[in-house]
């Protein structure tokens, strides 16, 4: 008997990750996405990803999204309460649920809170990745035939640069020592578009990149049904 599980889902490569490995092992039975959204500009939290590419996103994995919507500027207290009123939704949705996974690989501060915050509520988190390397991580992601851009840098670790590139072997290739490749520490944030998971890939263009908060660099990618993913 299969357990089911939400995923936390910010469209970067380790939740898409995490989603593999959920899919191919037996024990769970993966029903949704959960993200956490700004409400004030409909974008993904941190990735700052458009909430139409998201959804795109879910309808090319096969599965629905549990919005978490959060006001700008907020409190983490606020970020609490909705995310602890999502989970009252998903137990309504899925009659059972009780586990919710994540795409974190070592930050031990990141998954104590995750599983004191989902304790609270009497969840279960799990972390189908945790603990692997990510120098080999990251080259299987794209050995697999994975794909992904770099959609948020943060300057203060890497150069700006660096932000609107695919994430591939030469972009791995040309990451400085001390910038973990899966960009663990927040050096960087994903968008994964396509790949062996997607029933199709996302068509997208490149938008403009814009530097906020003196210290992270954003290039948007929008969806353009005209435009070429590869």
């Known amino acids: ?26 024990q ?36 629905p999204v549990l919005e978490v919507m959060l006001d700008w500027p907020g409190s983490n207290e606020a970020y609490e309460q909705a995310h602890a009123q999502a989970l009252v939704e998903a137990r309504m949705r899925w009659p059972g649920i009780r586990h919710c996974a994540f795409g974190d ?26 603990g692997e390397d990510t120098a080999a991580l990251s080259r299987r992601f794209v050995s697999e035939g994975h794909r992904a851009v770099l959609c948020c840098v943060d300057t203060r670790q890497l150069d700006a640069a660096f932000c609107g590139r ?42 403009e990149s814009v530097l906020r908060d003196e210290r992270f660099q954003f ?5 353009d049904d005209h435009a070429a993913t590869d």
């Open 219 to 223: 290039t948007d990618f929008l969806l």
């Open 28 to 63: 769970w039975q993966l029903v949704g996405l959960l993200t956490t959204l700004n409400r004030n500009y409909q974008r993904v939290a941190m990735h700052g990803t458009p909430r139409e590419v998201l959804l795109a996103q879910a309808d090319a994995l096969g599965l």
């Open 105 to 130: 690989l070592f930050l031990e501060d990141v998954r104590d809170y995750r599983v004191r915050q989902l304790g609270r509520e009497n969840w279960r988190a799990v972390f189908p990745l945790w």
């Open 1 to 26: 008997m299969t357990t089911p599980i939400l995923l936390a889902w910010s469209g970067g490569k380790d939740c898409l990750l995490a989603l593999q490995r959920l899919r191919a092992d037996p």
């Open 166 to 207: 695919d994430y591939d072997a030469a972009l791995l290739d040309a990451l400085p020592a001390g910038v973990d490749p899966c960009g663990e520490r927040g050096e960087f944030h994903t968008l994964s578009y396509a790949g062996p998971l997607f029933r199709q890939p996302l068509k997208l263009r490149r938008g």
